[in-house]
């Protein structure tokens, strides 16, 4: 195809995939197959219907863009650069996948602005998705009047065959449905090869059936290679369904233009090759030299600017007149976009006293949460089908579903997977929303890929995990976690709590609204069993993660008994025993070993001073990561088997978490 016959529309196209063939071919490393297939609908997509403003990523009203199928980010890439966001230069392209580039080899939100949320585990994105729909549609919900359409945007979405065989997108997309969210609009590539090959040799569902059954409002473009004007009525057809979320099946050929390797696996993750990049540039008439974009397409590209400015004026303008009309509310939006927490929002925190009668950590997580929500508008969440035993029901507001966008209690259903990665998703919206979703905590292991992108994205999510150890009982080691605790401190920028009374429960809950504040995750283990509130706890020590609870801090103990959550009481009363029988005890409470170790290093030194070796670290569950704390005399009491079906006392006392044993292995420690 001669340059000459190109219509500018091919011309446009044909950028988009030369730009990342050519940054694929200089890093060695990617996958050119994605954006070669998907030219014609992203640059439909970005050129006739998304709404947004190059100069300005953060513009709240703008249409939100979701690359599911991450790998193929040079088409995320390229659009960026080519409709003129300053984030994506063409040294930023040439730098694709290298150290330090604002284009890393998976969409990152926190690295290239223009990006909404990182995606490249598969799946992810279209759950993400779903997310961001929920937040437009509460903050719309919210705020919107009948003469005032403040908040008016769309979520769309590229994904692809292994999104839609990875579970966490069906999870997502059966609650997306179950709601009705009718901005969310996903364009599924349908290009019919995945790494193994053809989708032929396991994947031949009717997708588009599925998603009909989701209660989506289902399309197919037979030919999304070339049928510009299908598409673009699909998309039409999908923005006129206000009750559906829509899902437009493109049938595409990865690798659009490339001669031999065209519709096979060979192009989905892996540089095309000198030869075959010639050969490629001969078949689709690409006379240009790499990185070159023809000067009319990038002057149609770059029309997004002034149209971006444009829509933001315009927005700005009802922007100004809602403030005129609705100025109560109008401060409330405008303090939500800033991020900046209601002033004394912390002082609803509940604050216990020694002589409070003992509950479970799970109830005081649940009267935190109530007191916080008339607080906290900001505040938005819901269990896994486990409400009444997470006990994370809101009481100030109801529940979350289709036409009742502006309640605040969300039904995720048993969908644990999808229901962190829909958190995600609220988190990065940018309307100041602060997530939080509530499981078992054994259960986090059904949702581990969202919390490790709640950490890697900077999302603030706030993960309520209840039962939290052997004592949950009866129901036996396929809920009691054992390994879990050391699993989620292992993963980085995620705060991990563990109180241990009522006063740590507020201390934590400060902690987690403040970092989810400042875009960090926390997740907070609270136990099934009634816990004493411990003298000499406070919100303000909890809150930084480690403190004396027991003992004087002015002498230097002979020992130091270290626990969290349910085991910290056992500590403090053994410690009352060696105090009688003439030992110098400290007992520390360390609920966040990540707070903890943020501390300065004098306070830390005060807590636990290195000179004192004798320690005896008692948590039910596996020792795994304490020898940090254990010095070169230390000891623990843990678990190092998967547990057992007794009542939960009984499990307690039989793997060692009684005052008795404390006192014998203390004892022993100390010879």
């Known amino acids: 195809m001669p340059v000459a016959t190109q219509t500018l529309e091919e011309l446009c196209i044909n950028s988009i995939r030369f730009l990342a063939i050519d940054a694929v071919e200089k890093a060695k490393s990617g996958h050119p197959g994605l954006p070669m297939g998907a030219a014609p609908m992203a640059f439909v997509l970005w050129d006739r219907f998304l709404r947004f403003n190059p100069k300005n990523p953060k513009w709240f009203n703008r249409d939100r863009f979701v690359l599911s199928a991450g790998h193929g980010c040079m088409l995320q890439y390229a659009l960026l650069h080519l409709t003129g966001y300053d984030s994506v230069t063409i040294d930023d392209l040439k730098q694709f996948r290298q150290w330090g580039s604002k284009t890393p080899g998976h969409p990152e939100n926190f690295e290239t602005p223009g990006v909404e949320v990182t995606t490249g585990p598969l799946g992810q994105g279209i759950a993400n998705a779903v997310g961001l729909a929920i ?13 005032a359409t403040l908040v008016d945007h769309y979520t769309y979405v590229i994904l692809g065959d292994g999104c839609n065989m990875e579970g966490v997108s069906g999870e997502a997309c059966s609650l997306a449905g179950h709601l009705g969210l009718g901005k969310l609009i996903a364009l599924y590539d349908d290009n019919h090869i995945s790494i193994d090959g ?47 979320p829509s899902f437009i099946k493109i049938t595409t050929t ?30 689709l008439g690409w006379e240009h030299e790499p990185f070159v974009v023809p000067e009319d397409a990038l002057k149609h590209f770059r029309k997004a600017v002034e149209r971006g400015a444009q829509l933001e004026t315009d927005w700005n303008k009802i922007w100004a007149d809602y403030k005129a009309k609705y100025a109560e509310d109008a401060a409330e939006f405008e303090r939500l976009l800033s991020g900046k927490l209601p002033e004394g929002w912390e002082k609803t925190l509940p604050v216990y006293k020694a002589e409070d009668k003992a509950v479970a950590t799970r109830k005081t997580s649940e009267v935190t949460l109530n007191a916080l929500a008339p607080a906290l508008p900001e505040l938005i969440g819901g269990s896994a089908d486990l409400t009444h035993s997470n006990l994370t029901y809101l009481k100030v507001s109801g529940d979350f579903q289709k036409g009742q966008y502006h309640n605040r209690n969300l039904r995720f259903g048993v969908r644990e997977h999808g229901m962190g990665a829909i958190c995600n998703g609220i988190a990065l919206h940018g309307s100041g929303l602060i997530p939080y979703c509530a499981t078992f905590l054994v259960f986090a292991d059904y949702m581990r890929a969202a919390i490790r992108l709640s950490a890697l994205s900077e999302a603030g999510v706030i993960y309520v995990m209840t039962h939290d150890s052997l004592a949950l009982g009866e129901d036996g080691p396929t809920h009691q976690p054992v390994e879990t605790l050391a699993s989620l401190r292992a993963i980085p920028n995620l705060i ?33 069993q009634n816990l004493p509130q411990l003298p000499g706890s406070s919100i303000e020590k909890a809150a930084k993660g480690g403190y004396i609870v027991d003992g004087d801090e002015n002498e230097t103990p002979d020992l130091i008994l270290i626990a969290t959550g349910s085991e910290v009481h056992l500590c403090v009363e053994a410690a009352q025993k060696l105090r009688e029988a003439g030992k110098k005890v400290r007992v520390v409470s360390l609920p966040s070993w990540e707070i903890f170790e943020e501390q300065p290093a004098d306070y830390r030194e005060s807590v636990l001073p290195k000179a004192v070796t004798k320690r005896l670290a008692v948590e039910a569950a596996s020792s795994f990561g304490w020898h940090r704390y254990l010095g070169s005399e230390g000891t623990m009491i843990s678990v190092e088997r998967f547990g057992v079906s007794a009542p939960g006392n009984v499990a307690m006392e039989k793997f060692g978490y009684t005052v008795d044993n404390v006192l014998a292995k203390a004892k022993e420690l100390l010879g």
């Open 135 to 147: 937040a437009e549609a509460h903050i719309a919900g919210k705020f919107n009047k009948p003469d």
């Open 198 to 244: 053809s989708t032929d040799v396991s994947f031949t569902e009717d997708v588009n059936k599925r998603f009909e059954a989701y209660g989506w409002h289902v399309q197919h473009v037979q030919d999304g290679n070339n049928d510009l004007e299908a598409i673009a009525a699909a998309i039409e057809a999908a923005k006129a369904v206000t009750d559906k």
């Open 254 to 283: 990865i690798g659009y233009g490339s001669p031999n390797k065209q519709n096979t696996a060979g192009v989905h993750g892996a540089a095309l090759g000198g030869d075959e990049v010639k050969l490629t540039r001969e078949n």
């Open 496 to 528: 991990v709590y563990r109180p241990a009374d009522g006063n740590e429960t507020s201390g934590a809950y400060k902690v987690a609204v403040e970092q989810a504040n400042k875009h960090r995750p926390t997740l907070m283990a609270f136990s099934r």
